[in-house]
């Protein structure tokens, strides 16, 4: 688990403070840990399994990302104060998932919550807006070429 991106370079005490102040929850294949339009205040690393973020357009479901161990979901809920959620979380397989709320966020940040995970977290972050920047300019230029025919 500390091989994850989330949590590289933690120290085993610094996980353990981490872990202490986050939940564990266990999630069955099939089970939603959150629907398109709820109001969200929670934040998740996945620790094992597989978690896929779905849309739904037209009755056809689109799996946006599957995520695995190490990735990071629902921050923008988090951050963002209590925006509604964008698309479903759904458990592709077996997992566990560490669950930080908004409130727990800041106790870690007044408890000192190792700089390492902040650092992490801001990659991963950043990774998602450059890989989401990437996808829109294929779009958009797949888009001004089929026009120019």
Same mark, same amino acid.
């Given at each position: 688990m500390a091989a994850s991106k989330i949590f590289e370079g933690l120290t085993k005490k610094e996980l353990s403070r981490i872990f202490d102040v986050g939940v564990i929850n266990r999630v069955e294949e099939g089970t939603v840990l959150f629907r398109k339009g709820?109001?969200?205040?929670?934040?998740y690393a996945v620790l094992t399994g597989k978690i896929a973020i779905e849309t739904e357009s037209g009755g056809?479901?689109? @799996?946006?990302?599957?995520l695995g161990p190490g990735a990071l979901f629902g921050e923008v809920a988090m951050f963002g104060g209590s925006h509604q959620r964008s698309a479903d979380a759904v458990a592709r397989e077996f997992s566990q998932v560490l669950t930080l709320s908004e409130e727990t966020f800041k106790k870690m940040l007044e408890s000192k919550i190792p700089k390492?995970?902040?650092?992490?977290? @801001?990659?991963?972050?950043?990774e998602r807006l450059l890989d989401m920047h990437a996808r829109y300019s294929r779009s958009a230029s797949s888009k001004k070429h089929e026009m120019e025919k």
């Open positions: 709820d109001i969200g205040r929670d934040m056809t479901r689109e @799996v946006i990302a599957e390492q995970f902040l650092v992490n977290i @801001v990659r991963l972050l950043s």
